[in-house]
């Protein structure tokens, strides 16, 4: 398929803005939420030596609290106020997933850059609906697929995009994990858009999507149990591309699993190990012969966290690989990161609408 780290095709456009909306040339961030997620990207922000401008939450002491410990200039009480703020050039949206579409929406229309937490939106119709705003806007739109950005993953995909083991034909993507048993937490709620797909799912699709191509498979089949909320709790995906090759992906609230990518070509095949939506190693086997091959590990230490910050989730020291892209991207202009275009972000949320469809998922909001 298309070079990987090749220009996203015709929508990549280095017309949006210049270094002149920006402060120094140094992109100027606003912070939306508060919560466990904003805390690890923020803590790369601040390892990376960034401009923090503001933060804002519902709570306004809360937001007080996170400016001061991540060194924000200002808080704000209210998303709408830091909308308004003139210092804020980008806005990261770190809130849960029914509000990603609704804020990332405000901000492209107060004429902010965002970079948004995945999902992007919870069906394609939101997914469509922002992509067009940013483009219609000029303005950098990203999701923060931030596997893509990893080292690792740059590694696997430079394997696969020079044929160093031939042409992808296979797939296989795991990741679960044990979810709170609370039915009130946010994973098991409808109302918050709750369900394995959204959460982890996501992150097996994009490795198809990856190894194929943003492009919607001709075959999507899938099975899998809802929770008693309405949610899935489990479920498993089979993607064809006609001629091309296949996926088969599981995801998981019930159980924690491997989380590993095996990518099986025509002259081998690689494996990011565990956790493989954060990588730190990957494995490339090339054949030999019948059950036969030569294998080379890659390792690829994370970044040290500022001294003083903690982080809350696995290998959450990597998103200073995503913020250091973001920040690139911003000062050449673009209006996507080649790593994750929004084109895919589009592919993906069809093939997890189509996933919801089939077992039976929909949000009360959605119908």
Known sequence: WIKPFSA???????????????SAGQPRWGILGAGGIS???????????????????????????????????????????????????VVYVGTIHTTHAPLTKMALEAGKHVVCEKPLGVNEAEVQELIDLARSKKLLLVEGMWSRFFPAMRKAREVLEFGEIGSPRYVQADFGFVAPAEETHRLWDPQQAGGAMLDVGCYVVQAATMAFGPTLPQQISCTGQLASTGVDKEGSISLTWDGRGSASLICSLTTNTPEQVMVICSKGHLRLHSPAHAPTQITVAREVGRGDFSEETFNFDLPKLPEGLQTNFPNSEGF???????EKALKEGLLECAEYPLDESLVVVKIMDTYRQQLGVVYPFEK
């Open 8 to 22: 996203p095709g015709r929508h990549d456009l280095s017309l949006g803005f210049t270094l002149g909306n920006m």
């Open 39 to 89: 805390n690890d990207f923020c803590a790369s922000l601040v390892g990376n030596r960034s401009s923090i401008t503001a933060v804002a939450a519902r709570d306004a002491g809360k937001a007080g609290d996170f400016a001061k410990k991540i060194g924000a200039a200002r808080a704000h009480g209210s998303y709408e106020a830091l909308m308004a703020d003139p210092d804020v050039d």
């Open 320 to 326: 200073l690989y995503e913020v250091q892209a973001v």
